[in-house]
């Protein structure tokens, strides 16, 4: 059909025995559900070839072009003959024709170049899938690529059979794309796990874990003289198999990070946000403190995830401002004051499976507006109790994208407070013999953090079916701070003074931030509880400037870390 310089477009709809079919470049033959075309040598098809529930072609295939199924549901087409492939073999002509079958009553040679094309609902074992039945020998490799049609994802047992080989499987096959459904990576095996099917391939869920090397064996010993035989040893029972693994994919790690990121980038502490910034006035003695702030910090975090296969590691950087717009006192020694806040943050991940190879890369960024009030017993002395109390809303957009995937956007967004309170006790004051005068102070305190921060429900292009968990939580922290109070001699008659510290606290969270992919959960470990360490100096260099830098290190379970540094600078004007 067609020749060199003209195309064709024939349906057939009745029975033809001829010698040579040839669909020619740019031409198309449909075969109908009634057709039975026979070719006495061969069938050579250079175009399209579709295909129709029912049809049969009998005789050689050289398939150079598309073979393709048109786009009936649960259809089977057969070819009596052997198929030699050098094109596209289409079994999914469509996004939700899962369940087609190709039967070829012969051998299947793949040639350099050629692919088949399947779809299939991904699940269990029992997936509704396209499969191709070869009843001969296979041979040659061809490129597989298999399509999710909004299939859940499940645990597979045996394998999802894609292609049946009835006699010599010699060809060798390969997945052409990435197949995920769920929380789940599925790879191509050949054989089902059973071992009952060995010459057939096989999505599946699951990979073995490796048998370990065999130790090498010792050089033989001299042989000693002959002794008596004792009896023999009852042979020891066989080393149990390695128990499969399902295979978790990396972007659950990577929607994880963004949540978590999202929910904790803007925390911040009283000291975090103003320092020690209050001052006496020289000139009218009232204590006053600084009215503007500013908060620059980089941090880095490694985590694993509860699935075990998959960690990650996430970098950030957080940009805080704000100023009082209130300040007063109710009986001339405390200090009351109220301001205003915001920020905007970043976050950058990226995660990798140890099982499958596989990569993914998540951000989220976005922005906070907030309010805040403090409370100070006494501001001049610096001792007694103080309280802080936040609220921010913030919002941000995320991103996940992961090998061969396209990538996903959604947005989050929600409310924060937290309720912070502490004890400053001076418990020694003394004057270096350089003239230093010292006062070293002890603080505990204890701050709680609700975070309603929520992603939104989100479906991947691929049909699964995305929910953050974790949501609603409250991080409480509980810690001892101990910082010294030097002024040198000559500094007696300036503001000027630093301030180093150190800090420890232990910090516990209500919820564990994770992921729910079609109703599978995955959660980062070793964040329920955490130990923390901060150390660093505050110092007061002018009457208006007063800066901090601070270090911190977190631990977990788990491995997980997390190392922030930042700089806090105020300004009053």
Known sequence: ????????????????????????????????????WAAVNDTVNNG??????????????????????????????????????????????????????????GDYTGLPGSSVSLGSVLAGDNSLTDRLVVTGNTNGASTLFVTNENGGGAQTLDGIQLISVG??????????????????????????????????????????????????????????????????????????????????RPEAAAYTANLQAANTLFDLSMRD??????????????????????????????????????????????????????????????????????????????SHSSLTGHDAKGSVSGYSAGVYGTWYQNAQAKTGAWAEAWAQYNWFKNEVSGDMLPAERYNSRGLKASLEGGYAW?????????GMENRLFIEPHAQAVWSGIKADDHTEAGGT????????????????????NGKSRQDQQTVREFQPFVEANWLHNTEVY?????????????????????????????????????????????????????????YRF
Do not use: C
């Open 48 to 105: 399209i070839l579709t295909l129709q529930s029912g049809s049969i072609l009998d005789g050689n295939l050289s398939q150079n072009g598309t073979l393709l199924f048109s786009a009936e549901k649960t259809a089977s087409a057969t070819i009596n003959a052997s198929l030699t492939n050098r094109g596209s073999l289409v079994l999914n002509p469509t996004p939700t024709s899962a369940g087609n079958t190709l039967i070829v009553n």
């Open 465 to 484: 079916h995305v929910q953050g968990a974790g949501n609603d939580g409250v991080t409480t922290r509980l810690g001892l701070r101990t910082y010294l």
């Open 514 to 570: 994770g992921v729910r992919m079609n109703g599978e959960t995955d959660n980062v470990r070793g964040s329920r509880n955490i130990a923390e360490l901060k150390t660093g100096v505050e110092g007061r260099l002018s009457q208006s400037l007063t800066g901090t830098v601070v270090f911190s290190q977190q631990a977990g379970g788990g491995g997980y870390r997390d190392s922030q540094g930042s700089l806090q600078v105020s």
């Open 273 to 350: 946000r103003s320092g020690e910034t209050r001052y006496t006035d020289p000139i009218t003695g009232a204590v006053r403190t600084t009215s503007m702030w500013m908060r620059n910090l980089g941090g880095h975090v490694h985590a694993a995830m509860t699935d075990g296969q998959n960690r990650t590691q996430t970098n950030r950087y957080v940009l805080q401002l704000g100023g009082d717009v209130i300040q007063g006192s109710t009986n001339g020694t405390d200090t009351v004051h109220a301001g205003l806040m915001g920020g905007y943050a970043r976050a950058d991940s990226s």
């Open 167 to 248: 006699g010599r499987s010699d060809a060798l096959f390969s997945l052409g794309n990435r197949v995920v459904a769920g929380a789940y990576d599925y790879s191509l095996r050949k054989g089902n796990v059973s071992g009952t099917e060995p010459a057939g391939w096989y999505l599946t869920s699951f990979a073995s874990a490796p048998s370990p090397a065999p130790e090498p064996s010792p050089a033989p010993a001299p042989s000693p003289a002959p002794a008596p035989s004792p009896a023999p040893a009852p042979s020891p029972a066989p080393a149990p198999s390695p128990a499969p693994v399902r295979m978790y």
């Open 426 to 434: 001076q418990i020694k004051s003394w004057q270096s013999g350089y």
């Open 1 to 36: 059909m067609g020749d060199e310089s003209t195309t064709a477009t024939f349906t057939a709809t009745n029975n033809v025995n001829v010698d040579d079919i040839i669909v020619n470049s740019g031409s198309t033959l449909t075969l109908t559900p009634s057709a039975r």
